[in-house]
């Protein structure tokens, strides 16, 4: 089992950038396949982007593409969620999350492993 924790949300013009982590403990976090998702109050929660246990594979959704970054540190157990060109309508809690299974997934049900989330709100 592994335990997710985020960190590094908060309040940002748009524009701005900031960047998320999600440091994980418990069984080393190399074995998973990682994913970030935000949910936006009414909404969903939807998935934002994912990477493979080496990093070799990123996958973004649409509305990210050019814009946020996800990279890992698999010595350091953290994922990041480096995020540009902030928008308004980016303002979300995100959350990491893992899954013990080799590719990208962007379904909340498919994700065994959550954090807690971190709040980002965007500015106009």
Do not use: H
């Amino acid at each position: 089992q592994v335990q997710l924790a985020e960190s590094g949300g908060g309040l940002v013009q748009a524009g701005g950038s900031l960047r998320l982590s999600c440091a994980a403990s418990g069984r080393t976090s190399e074995r998973y396949t990682m994913g970030w998702f935000r949910q936006a109050p009414g909404k969903e929660r939807e998935f934002v982007g994912g990477i493979t246990r080496s990093g070799s594979r990123i996958y973004y959704a649409d509305f990210v593409k050019g814009r946020f970054t996800i990279a890992r540190d698999n010595a350091k157990n953290t994922v990041y969620l480096q995020m540009n060109s902030l928008k308004p309508e980016d303002t979300a809690v995100y959350y990491c999350a893992a899954r013990d299974v080799i590719t990208i997934a962007t379904k909340e049900y498919e994700y065994d492993y959550w954090g807690q989330g971190t709040q980002v709100t965007v500015s106009s």
